[in-house]
């Protein structure tokens, strides 16, 4: 529910995090990208910048039919060749901008203050006769000089600006300094604020919540943090942080943040650094001894927010700094009891791998505890009979995968990208419905050099109830290791489901 003191989020991944070096979307992708950002809860969503091409405008009209809850609104220069193109867009809600800072104006504009004052005042009064509602942004908003940016922020309220919004564009703000340009702002103008942080300082979150701190009503971030050089604020952790250190309201279901993070991460094939809060992979893992026993005792001890709040479930991470209580939870979550000395002899065991530098998976920890337990219930539940793939130049990649499940046989055919994508996809196909999983990470590394090397595939699956799987493989064939590593993640899946179904490994 949006209340007064609700603060909004003004989403831009779609426009600045399209800026991101190397990132561009397709409309259909930017759509779907759209949808997600809208179920999640955001305000405002930038759908892009329409004059820099006819993909962006057919995306933002698509998007605009759709009938969102979010506002939807697109970036236009204070041209008005750029503010004719974004009504064309069917937009009715624009932010526009220009430069007030003295190095923008001299090297990059070529302008006086005066020119960027009449350019300011001309794109926001031909904006607002064409029933736009206008944001107005001064560029560079950080390292003007004071007067005049107040000078502008003023002439563009008086004009019928809408909402103003202070960009920190190259990061440079301290959150001191942002509070005193929001507070001068909203004196000099008393419309809506909102604040622009880029993360070159990796100061964006902060120079935001300061702003909110002084009267603030919105912020601009963008999914991951994406953006030009560091990114902008990270709508993840501005709004945790909002939430859970500043008690500010918001309008985000939070719950949905790891899922959206994901889709983005891949829609626009961006890694999201394994440390990064919230939604970076490490964030609920527990590998020290220490950690994982306070954890087992209480979550507070280690997890300042309970994973679930943003989608996520907490893993514990084999390993050499891991203890017999952390490994003894892992077995637990797949319902397999040791004796004290069979602990004992898994956890030295696994040491003795960590030590040789190789990080261990869920499936080596459960391969290992079954050498130690010597127990039926570890065997295979999915067997690979054969697989054949066609791939070439002119062909789409094909693959026929012949599998066993309990004594039973399976064969399924899909196309894919490539080849490894085709044969994944087409396990997917048979596992459906026995074993419900999403490959959240596929990895591909060539252990030796040459055409011949050795190559390692670790892949990461997740089951439907958010568990990790993880598993690795090496071989000199890339799908057939592929294919060997997939099916070692789903059987240790399948172990997991069969303890829910009551039964234990002793
Ligand atoms: O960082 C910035 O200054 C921008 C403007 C277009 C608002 O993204
Ligand atoms: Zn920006």
Known sequence: MTSSKNIRIFDTTLRDGEQTPGVTVSPDQKFEIAMKLDELGVDIIEAGFPVVSPGEIQAIRKIMKQGLRAEICGLARTTKNDIDVAIGSDLGYIHTFIATSDIHMQYKLKMSREQVLEKAIFAV????????????SAEDATRSDREFLNKVFKAVAEVGADRIDIPDTVGYSTPQYMSKLVTDVINSTGLPVSVHCHNDFGLAVANSIAGFQVGAKCAHVTINGLGERAGNAALEELVMACQCLYKIEHNIKTELLYDVSKFVSSAMGIIVQPNKAIIGENAFGHESGIHTHGIINNPLTYEPISPELVGRKRWMQAGKHAGAHGIKAILDEFGITTTESQLKEIVERQKIIADAGKSITTSDLLSLASEVIKNKQFDESFKLNDFHIVTGLNIIPTAVVKLNIHDKDFIASETGVGPVDAALKA?????????????????LDSIT???????????????????????RKSGKDIVVTSVQAMIDAINKTMLKKLIEKGNKVK
Request: charged residues 30%; proline residues 0%.
């Open 125 to 136: 009064e031909y904006a607002k006769k064409h029933g736009m509602i206008v944001e107005f």
């Open 427 to 443: 396990i997917q196909t048979i596992a459906h419905g026995i074993a419900n999983i999403k490959i959240r990470e596929y990895k």
């Open 449 to 471: 050099g040459g055409s011949d090397a050795l190559a390692e595939v670790s892949v990461k699956v997740e089951d439907k109830e958010g568990n990790i799987i993880s598993a």
